[in-house]
């Protein structure tokens, strides 16, 4: 079964969802976001230093601006010899045409960019693998409802970028039950970052084991939140 996003439409140069009434990003300063954000959030690119392997998850592909932000810095700083395994979760994948159009903004991504077009899922649900094999690099892309797809997966992330629509928008990407997954597929001293300080999703990751932290915001957002678990 094959489902894009159909409600996908740009409004000037932001890519907006009328699923959700949530606009997935605007090309101008999103990557500065993604790295402030979510890599600055969660400590990247210094908690891989010294590491042999990192796990960077997501819940919320979009664009795939996050994951390609992660590898852009890991293609800079990756200790020698080490892997990276990064996993995302999408329930309503963009359209290859929309992604491309969205990720033209970022030249600096150009080659990376390719690299993940090239192997798009345009909508295939289930698990798609692309592998970055210069980098020792691999992303594990679920096409799932995302309760599903945390339950199926066996991994633990050293990281989670928590970058689902609005929780006024999307609920269920942030309920109570969907962060205690998170927390249950994190490795000790996981941290977390997001751009949403609502009340329900700190509440729900402090369920869940994290300490949560708000944090001066970026473009234009007051806060943001950083949370991490125990232990190293």
Not at 132 to 151: K, N
Request: glycine share 14%; aromatic share 8%; with cysteine.
């Amino acid at each position: 079964m094959s489902e894009t996003d159909p409600g996908a439409a740009w409004d000037g140069e932001t890519l907006m969802s009328a699923r959700f009434g949530d606009v997935y990003a605007s090309r101008a300063g999103a990557l500065a976001q993604s790295r402030a954000v979510f890599l600055g959030g969660c400590g990247l690119p210094g908690r891989w230093q010294g590491r042999r392997r990192i796990t960077v998850a997501e819940l919320g592909f979009g664009t795939g601006l996050n994951m390609l932000a992660v590898l852009d810095e890991w293609a800079r700083s990756r200790p020698p010899g080490a892997t990276l395994h990064l996993f995302s979760i999408e329930g309503y994948p963009l359209a290859k045409a929309d992604a491309t159009r969205a990720l033209e903004a970022f030249p600096e991504l150009a080659g990376l960019a390719a690299q993940l077009l090239e192997r798009w899922p345009d909508g295939a649900r289930g698990l798609h693998r692309i592998e970055f094999p210069a980098l020792g690099a691999t992303l594990d892309l679920v096409i799932e409802d995302v309760g599903a797809a945390l339950a199926g997966w066996q991994g633990r992330a050293d990281t989670w970028f928590l970058d689902g629509f609005s929780p006024a928008k999307n609920p269920g990407m942030w309920s109570a039950e969907i962060l205690a997954l998170v927390g249950a597929r994190s490795a000790p001293g996981a941290r977390a970052a997001t751009w949403s300080v609502a009340g329900s999703v700190r509440r729900g990751l402090v369920a869940a084991g994290f300490t949560v932290e708000r944090l001066p915001g970026f473009t234009g957002k007051r806060e943001r939140l950083e949370a991490h678990l125990p232990g190293e």
